[in-house]
């Protein structure tokens, strides 16, 4: 295989996860944006977190909420928990790498905040006690996973979402999860502004 045929297999096969996501989960986003917006007008809020990939998503989802995605509107409630380096690094060190995110959520979550639980795998043990946690608080969660879902998807309950991405490459789920949160974060918008 030559260099072009190599790099265009990547485009073709991130096109391909793109329209199984859409096709699969785009009434998911829907619901998603739904439960975000009633949290806000609630006075709520969203925590996110993720490792690594995921991390960066839980953090451009935060930008997009408090700064603004496309149009201009107030800031938004949300907050990534993986940016803290001082909380993580004395959570990590005094406790475990495991309950970095959870402890946050436990410390700065409330009943009727929204969980962004993001993890390609569905695996990722800290991200595993932070929906725990999230539970434990009366917070629902949205989680974004891929494969079959891992651990996560067998954790959700009641109003929890689960935008399990179908690929099992993980930077395809990460592209598409990139897209997902572009879709929430317009949908919440176009809820909260109205029109185009």
Not at 80 to 102: G, K
Request: proline share 2%.
């Amino acid at each position: 295989m030559d260099l072009l045929q190599r790099v265009r297999q990547h485009f073709e096969e991130s096109v391909t996860t793109q329209q199984m996501a859409m096709d699969v989960l785009g009434p998911s986003v829907g619901l998603a944006a739904e439960k975000v917006v009633q949290t806000l007008i609630s006075d709520g809020k969203v925590l996110a977190c993720g490792n690594g990939g995921s991390a960066a998503v839980a953090q451009h989802f935060a930008s997009a909420m408090v700064g603004r995605f496309e149009r201009e509107r107030p800031g938004l409630s949300a907050v990534a928990l993986t940016t803290d380096s001082s909380v993580l690094s004395a959570i990590a060190n005094d406790y475990d790498y495991d309950l970095v995110f959870s402890k946050q959520v436990h410390a700065v979550g409330r009943a009727g905040d929204v969980l962004l639980a993001i993890s390609a795998s569905g695996n990722s043990a800290n991200v595993v006690a932070a929906i725990n946690a999230a539970h434990e608080r009366q917070m629902s969660v949205i989680a974004l996973t891929g494969n079959d879902g891992g651990q996560i998807g067998d954790l959700l309950v009641g109003d929890d979402l689960h935008l399990c991405v179908p690929a099992e490459r993980t930077a395809r789920i990460l592209e598409a999860h990139i897209t997902l949160v572009h879709a929430l974060c317009d949908t919440i918008d176009y809820m909260l502004l109205g029109g185009e």
